[in-house]
């Protein structure tokens, strides 16, 4: 069995440009979160996909949006970069709804 | 406003010495309050975690008080060893909800030979 994985593993960027990180969840879970580590911090919740939908949302702008796809594996896209978005980028899979979330290895962004 | 704060943000211990980590939550809704360990370069993994009915859970060397009444929980790591030197993450969240984690601002822990 795999766990989560997130491709690419590390990214830079510079201000204005768009990215699409990918995150592929443990084999079994339908569920996913997105959550961004700034650098010394603990991880902030982004939102999170349920089967498909969209089920919440922290505090991000809509320039943060993503997608599951039928095989539960997701994007998250980020529009418009600022340099505030330099972070690591942490995706977590579960089985369902209300279980224990398991995080990938994230995705290292640097805007410059 | 959904807060978990965190203390100390850094501890250093001799090994064999029990490093204590302290968390306090604001919403008395959260139901879940997990433990993660994160490693430099690596996503956090979960430790250990406690549900608000129970005061005290123990893994291995690892063990979780709760205080209802307070809104207060704490991980101690028995025995501690270098190899558990690392960032430890207190979090909290809404299992009916989703369990969308509210996470602590980290301590990093350092556990000299």
């Known amino acids: 069995e795999t766990g989560v994985t997130q491709s690419p593993t590390h990214l830079i960027k510079t201000r204005g440009q768009q990215v699409t990180l990918r995150c592929s969840s443990q084999?079994?879970?339908?569920?996913v979160s997105w959550y961004q580590q700034a650098l010394g911090q603990g991880p902030q919740f982004i939102f999170q996909y349920y089967r498909e939908e969209e089920n919440g949302r922290g505090n991000f702008p809509p320039r943060f949006s993503g997608l599951q796809f039928p095989n539960y594996s997701s994007e998250l896209n980020v529009n418009a970069l600022e340099l505030d978005d330099s972070a690591l980028y942490l995706c977590?899979?579960?089985?369902?709804?209300?279980?224990?979330?398991?995080f990938g290895p994230g995705t290292r962004l640097l805007v410059l | 406003q959904q807060q978990v704060k965190q203390s100390p943000q850094s501890l250093i211990v001799q090994k064999g010495g029990i490093p204590i980590i302290n968390c306090a939550y604001e919403n008395t809704a959260f139901d879940y309050f997990p433990w993660y360990q994160q490693f430099p370069g690596k996503g956090p993994a979960l430790l250990i975690a406690?549900?608000?009915?129970?005061s005290e859970k123990k893994e291995g060397r690892f063990t979780i008080s709760f205080n209802k009444s307070a809104k207060q929980f704490s991980l101690h790591i028995m025995d501690s060893q270098p190899g558990d030197s690392a960032t430890y993450f207190c979090?909290?969240?809404?299992?009916?909800?989703?369990?969308?984690?509210?996470f602590g601002g980290g301590t990093r822990v350092l556990v000299k030979p």
């Open positions: 977590a899979s579960s089985e369902d709804l209300s279980e224990t979330q398991y």
């Open positions: 979090a909290a969240s809404y299992m009916s909800a989703g369990n969308k984690l509210t």
């Open positions: 084999s079994g879970h339908n569920t």
């Open positions: 406690i549900r608000p009915d129970v």
